[in-house]
């Protein structure tokens, strides 16, 4: 997928992407918070896959289960039928009592029922992405059926690589907090499809640089529409937010 076959396959139909589904509006990274997220109005969400024990694959945030579960302990050690076990609302409040940590085929699923785009980000911090992705690429190939409404991001650009090397036509997004000199680079390694970055850290000049060079540039985590008023201006495609209802004047109709 060259970065001018990216221009004109232009799959980003939203300026508003849900972040961890809709954290604001009911516990991240649940099926119910995909759902608020549709609810809401956004026709694209985000979310987090996260390798367990077993092989497992789920959708989760954290390096532990204590903030979003009534779990404790290591993520990456507990196993598919202890996570199922847990309770991921409660924390959120009383009207998300037991509600689900979903497995990466239960989000795909509920996703694509709502006719929703998706995110996935790669939750992976270490170097053995052979663990991880391989694994996610299966399940995507079987179970998820329209390629212009997937994006697969990250921080981990090994992860991306590998990506790139099972199935060069996927959506690729390297993740930043900080954008390095190298981002050009980077992203024409693995012919990238967008660069998404901290909206807080994020620069004019780099910005500009982005969309000069051909690429989306969408910017997260932001929840006051005053803050990115001036990313607009700059070029910025899409914002992810975990609350998509502060951004109803640039949700789709």
């Not at 779990?71 to 076990?85: F, N, Q």
């Not at 939750?123 to 079987?142: F, Q, S, T, W, Y």
Request: glycine share 6%.
């Amino acid at each position: 997928m060259s970065n001018d076959t990216v221009m004109q396959n232009d799959i980003l139909k939203t300026k508003v992407m849900g972040h961890r589904g809709a954290a604001l509006l009911a516990p991240e990274n649940t099926l119910a918070s995909i759902r608020a997220a549709a609810e809401a109005g956004a026709t694209w969400v985000e979310i987090d896959v996260y390798l367990i024990a077993e092989g497992g694959l789920v959708i989760f945030h954290d390096d532990t289960l204590d903030r979003c579960t009534n779990g404790s302990g290591v993520t990456r050690d507990v196993r598919p039928m202890d996570i199922a076990e847990l309770d991921a609302g409660s924390w959120f409040s009383d009207k998300f009592v037991g509600e689900k940590v979903p497995t990466l085929l239960d989000a795909l699923e509920c996703i694509q029922s709502l006719n929703l785009g998706l995110n996935l980000e790669i939750k992976h911090d270490g170097a053995d992405v052979e663990n991880i992705v391989p694994a996610v690429m299966a399940i995507l190939r079987d179970h998820w059926q329209d390629n212009d409404k997937l994006m697969i991001s990250s921080f981990n650009l090994a992860a991306l690589a590998l990506c790139y090397e099972i199935d060069d036509q996927r959506y690729l997004a390297p993740l930043y907090e900080d954008i390095p000199d190298d981002w050009q680079a980077q992203l024409v390694a693995i012919e990238a499809y967008s660069l998404n970055c901290d909206y807080s850290r994020l620069t004019e000049a780099q910005a500009r640089a982005v969309k000069a060079a051909g690429y989306k540039l969408l910017c997260y985590t932001a929840n006051d529409p005053k803050k990115v008023a001036a990313h607009w201006e700059w070029g910025m495609d899409a914002v992810i937010t975990d609350d998509p209802t502060q951004f109803a004047s640039w949700l789709d109709n």
